[in-house]
T-cell receptor, first 117, second 112 residues
Framework: DGGITQSPKYLFRKEGQNVTLSCEQN?????MYWYRQDPGQGLRLIYYSQIVNDFQKGDIAEGYSVSREKKESFPLTVTSAQKNPTAFYLC????????????????FGPGTRLTVL | QQQVKQSPQSLIVQKGGISIINCAYENTAFDYFPWYQQFPGKGPALLIAIRPDVSEKKEGRFTISFNKSAKQFSLHIMDSQPGDSATYFCAAWDNYGQNFVFGPGTRLSVLP
């Protein structure tokens, strides 16, 4: 059963702590993405990766870090430098990087809700 | 600054009615326009998508209408059902930035 899994579903962080959100896909997709979703706003791109061992900053990368050591995995670390980390975080993947064509849309995981205490 | 504007912010429709959500953009580099449906606490799911060389695409009760000259596109949900109650996002592929840009979303409520 192919898909994208994210864990944990809910995550609580104390101020000053780093936390890591997990994203795994078994779709054999090359490209993976992290988005942040805030109420009343669209999805904002944090980081994306087109291939293993390579990743690019998105629109709001400050305070976040990622790694792509395996094709299937793209973990996101929310560092203490992120001033307002409380949000819903979504991981996505697509067959290849580049989008913009039928069959290469992004597929999303179920999300992780991060709350800073 | 929103690159993709979406309206209305929220929409209430009676069961069996037509739900219409509109999106507009200005960036001519935008190409390929998917719509996503998101239920509370879940990730968005691809609903339907359209290329800019097509004026309309229909899949079941869902239809996208696209007006390239006006840079506008809309989602029509025919015979709306309570199960359609969700947040809908339009998106556009930015050929220059090489990423999808999303609208802010429309929360649809279909009353039984």
């Amino acid at each position: 059963d192919g898909g994208i899994t994210q864990s944990p579903k809910y995550l609580f962080r104390k101020e000053g702590q780093n936390v890591t959100l997990s994203c795994e896909q078994n779709l054999n997709h090359d490209a993976m993405y992290w988005y942040r979703q805030d109420p009343g706003q669209g999805l904002r791109l944090i980081y994306y990766s087109q291939i293993v061992n390579d990743f690019q900053k998105g629109d709001i990368a400050e305070g976040y870090s990622v790694s792509r050591e395996k094709k299937e995995s793209f973990p996101l670390t929310v560092t203490s430098a992120q001033k307002n980390p409380t949000a819903f975080y979504l991981c996505a993947s697509s067959i290849v990087a580049g989008g913009g064509s039928p069959g290469n849309e992004q597929f999303f995981g179920p999300g992780t809700r991060l709350t800073v205490l | 600054q929103q690159q993709v504007k979406q309206s209305p912010q929220s929409l209430i429709v009676q069961k069996g009615g037509i739900s219409i959500i509109n999106c507009a953009y200005e960036n001519t580099a935008f190409d390929y326009f998917p719509w996503y449906q998101q239920f509370p606490g879940k990730g968005p799911a691809l609903l339907i998508a359209i290329r800019p060389d097509v004026s309309e695409k229909k899949e079941g009760r869902f239809t996208i209408s696209f007006n390239k000259s006006a840079k506008q596109f809309s989602l029509h949900i025919m015979d709306s059902q309570p199960g359609d109650s969700a947040t809908y996002f339009c998106a556009a592929w930015d050929n220059y930035g090489q990423n999808f840009v999303f609208g802010p979303g429309t929360r649809l409520s279909v009353l039984p």
